[in-house]
């Protein structure tokens, strides 16, 4: 079956810091990738996303490259603020079929301290 | 332009009450899902619907059941709440599944659930 495997947390990182956030899957067929963030006290919200292989998906700084042959899709951010403080998570779904769903990572808490 | 609401935010059961959470949404989106979050388990889906009248099981399913009698509307429910049961729900919608297309969740705030 479909899986997301991220890098263990939590991450503390001063401002300014370079951002990488690892992500790794194994899915049947080609996935389209996402990242989702969740700020405190609300829901998940979309970061990013890339639908084929060497796509890449970008916002508000952060950038993710989908690489099949790795089968990874890590988040980078050359420069985080204390605004970047979350829980992000790293997904996927397939296109196998009509009715496919997100599968989810586990998520990972990113403090960062001024 | 509300998206997701989820009621209520909060909520304090016994073992063995039950309760219903209310998802609604004004997008007019066809998919709805019901998620719940644990801590170091990411999120879990438990039911989902592709439109109105419809619904299917996720990945946990046991202990929960849903409806989806208007198309704006996705109810979870639970007949006999357990402590297992504590968690943060998620509602969330979209225009069609999150196949072909890659269109993408919008997520209600989420309702806190303690099962005493």
């Known amino acids: 079956g479909n899986s997301v495997t991220q890098m263990e947390g939590p991450v503390t990182l001063s401002e300014e810091a370079f951002l990488t956030i690892n992500c790794t899957y194994t899915?049947?067929?080609?996935?389209?990738l996402f990242w989702y963030v969740q700020y405190p006290g609300e829901g998940l919200q979309l970061l990013l996303k890339a639908t084929k292989a060497d796509d890449k998906g970008s916002n508000k700084g952060f950038e993710a490259t989908y690489r099949k042959e790795t089968t990874s899709f890590h988040l980078e951010k050359g420069s985080v603020q204390v605004s970047d403080s979350a829980v992000y998570f790293c997904?996927?779904?397939?296109?196998?079929?009509?009715?496919?769903?997100?599968?989810f990572g586990k998520g990972i808490t990113l403090s960062v301290r001024p | 332009n509300a998206g997701v609401t989820q009621t209520p935010k909060f909520r304090v059961l016994k073992t063995g009450q039950s309760m219903t959470l209310l998802c609604a949404q004004d997008m007019n989106h066809e998919y709805m899902y019901w998620y719940r979050q644990d801590p170091g388990m990411g999120l879990r889906l438990i039911h989902y619907?592709?439109?109105?009248?419809?619904?299917a099981k996720g990945e946990v399913p046991d202990g929960y059941n849903v409806s989806r009698l208007k198309k704006q509307n996705f109810l979870l429910g639970l007949e006999s709440a357990a402590p297992s049961q504590t968690s943060v729900y998620f509602c969330?919608?979209?225009?069609?599944?999150?196949?072909?297309?890659?269109?993408?969740?919008?997520f209600g705030a989420g309702s806190r659930l303690t099962v005493l």
């Open positions: 969330a919608s979209s225009l069609r599944g999150t196949g072909a297309g890659a269109n993408v969740l919008t």
């Open positions: 899915a049947t067929g080609y996935p389209s």
């Open positions: 997904a996927l779904s397939d296109r196998t079929g009509a009715n496919s769903k997100l599968t």
């Open positions: 619907s592709v439109g109105e009248g419809t619904t």
